[in-house]
């Protein structure tokens, strides 16, 4: 089945340099999350969308932004980035069924700012 | 306050043991409930919903408790695999409403 595709899987960036996280969710699903999940540390909500519109947003920097295009596949812009910023980011799509919104997490991105 | 709240643990259980840990939250219109895994450095996986009757899942059985807002995970006859961090999700139903994660509760299966 088909699952949340994240690219890229590994990226290394400089003090102030730009970075750009993809996410395709699953097929079907119109909601999308970002999750920011630092060493040690609990999955931190940062940004939803749900029908290409944003629903929802958590602790997400200024110097980050985000948006889901026509085809549902969503981009996390972040600029002016941080040491602080080196963590795994999960994309997560879902869809309301009978069950609730059960969420499927892509396999992460690992952004080390150096 | 954090919304969702977990004993970190680590709580070692021997091979085979019964292994149980709860998950508080606090928003009383909390709708929909969950029980992920998460292995080190991987994405967290959905291991089961947890409904309001309970559910069972194999080896996995999951409680929700809507009076006192917590819900629990118990682990039968605990396998090596089982080693993990255990994520309690909580979420509303309505579409496009953000999930919020505890903090994870971490067990390790020894032999």
């Known amino acids: 089945a088909a699952g949340v595709i994240q690219s890229p899987r590994h990226l290394i960036k400089e003090k102030r340099e730009t970075a750009t996280l993809k996410c395709y969710p699953i097929p079907r699903h119109d909601t999308v999350y970002w999750y920011q999940q630092g060493p040690g540390q609990d999955p931190q909500f940062l940004i939803s969308f749900y029908e290409k519109m944003q629903s929802d947003k958590g602790s997400i920097p200024d110097r980050f932004s985000a948006q889901q295009f026509s085809d549902y596949h969503s981009e996390l812009n972040m600029s002016s980035l941080e040491l602080g910023d080196s963590a795994l980011y999960f994309c997560?799509?879902?869809?309301?069924?009978?069950?609730?919104?059960?969420?499927?997490f892509g396999q992460g991105t690992r952004l080390t700012v150096v | 306050r954090k919304e969702v709240e977990q004993d970190p643990g680590p709580f070692n259980v021997p091979e085979g043991a019964t292994v149980a840990f709860n998950c508080t939250y606090s928003n009383s219109a909390s709708q929909s409930f969950f029980w992920y895994r998460q292995d080190c450095r991987k994405e967290p996986k959905l291991l089961m919903s947890v409904y309001s009757s309970g559910n069972e899942d194999g080896r996995f059985t999951a409680q929700l408790n809507r009076a006192s807002q917590y819900i629990s995970l118990l682990i039968r006859d605990s396998k090596l695999s089982d080693s993990a961090t255990y994520l309690c999700v909580v979420g509303r139903e309505a579409a496009g409403n953000k999930l919020t994660f505890g903090g994870g509760t971490r067990v390790l299966v020894k032999p």
């Open positions: 997560a799509s879902s869809t309301l069924g009978t069950e609730g919104t059960e969420a499927f």
